[in-house]
């Protein structure tokens, strides 16, 4: 059993796959999917590399490679990126406030640690569950992000517990595999996952 449960944000409670699905109908399916294509390519994942560890960083990188894909005319990259950032695009999973709710109802100290650019309060508020979260550690507030450790130990900080008894759920073996390195043990959801669907949320409710 555990005294705090940490979750990952994107791809773990809240759906990463469709959030640019609502400025399709503004600037077009087309260009969503060639600007996709660019920012999940191998040098899309190489220039996204430590963009987070600010929001500043994050705005620039994410519309360079935007434009990129274009090129895009400020307009449309500055619709797209506000959908990247828009915490109405990002949808929770089906189990993700069942889960939480459960977890802080039993008294179970329960926070998000998350690689983002911008603030994602505003997200969970929205799913019902900011205030039942004790910590929110965004990596743009502290200048750091995952895999390093010290993302980790900050958050084990704030819930004033020790890594050893704070589960860490995640969905990327790296980054959030790294909870390891402080002394947390580490669940890793499957990789597929669809904004529809559960998304597998209830094993954390066995394991704590």
Same mark, same amino acid.
């Given at each position: 059993?555990?005294?705090?449960?940490?979750?990952?944000?994107?791809?773990? @409670?809240?759906?990463? $796959?469709?959030?640019?699905?609502?400025?399709?109908?503004?600037?077009?399916?087309?260009?969503? *999917?060639?600007?996709?294509?660019v920012v999940d390519s191998p040098e899309g994942v190489a220039a996204r590399r430590?963009?987070?560890? %600010? $929001?500043? $960083?994050?705005?620039?990188?994410? *519309?360079? =490679?935007?434009?990129?894909?274009?090129?895009?005319?400020?307009?449309?990259?500055?619709?797209?990126?506000?959908?990247?950032?828009?915490?109405?695009?990002?949808q929770p999973y089906p189990d993700t406030a069942r889960v939480i709710t459960a977890?802080?109802?039993?008294?179970?100290?329960?926070?998000?640690?998350?690689?983002?650019?911008?603030?994602?309060?505003?997200?969970?508020?929205?799913?019902?569950?900011?205030? =039942?979260?004790? *910590?929110?550690? @965004?990596?743009?507030?502290?200048?750091?992000?995952?895999?390093?450790?010290?993302?980790?130990?900050?958050?084990?900080?704030? =819930?004033? @517990?020790?890594?050893? %008894?704070?589960?860490?759920?995640?969905?990327?073996?790296v980054k959030d595999g790294a909870a390891v390195q402080v002394g947390m043990p580490?669940? @890793?959801?499957?990789?597929?996952?669809?904004? *529809?669907?559960?998304?597998?949320?209830?094993?954390?409710?066995? =394991?704590?």
């Open positions: 059993m555990f005294d705090g449960v940490l979750f990952d944000f994107s791809g773990t @409670l809240f759906d990463d $796959r469709s959030v640019l699905d609502p400025a399709r109908d503004s600037v077009g399916d087309e260009t969503i *999917t060639r600007v996709l294509s430590g963009c987070d560890v %600010s $929001r500043e $960083r994050h705005q620039a990188v994410w *519309t360079a =490679l935007i434009s990129e894909a274009g090129p895009y005319s400020g307009k449309v990259v500055g619709a797209i990126y506000r959908a990247l950032t828009d915490p109405a695009a990002w977890l802080h109802d039993r008294g179970t100290k329960v926070g998000v640690v998350s690689n983002i650019g911008w603030d994602i309060r505003p997200a969970l508020a929205d799913a019902g569950v900011l205030d =039942l979260l004790d *910590t929110v550690v @965004l990596s743009c507030e502290h200048g750091v992000e995952k895999p390093d450790p010290a993302l980790f130990t900050l958050a084990c900080d704030k =819930l004033d @517990l020790p890594p050893g %008894s704070v589960l860490f759920v995640g969905d990327d073996p580490v669940y @890793l959801l499957p990789t597929e996952r669809s904004a *529809t669907r559960d998304r597998g949320l209830d094993a954390v409710l066995r =394991l704590a």
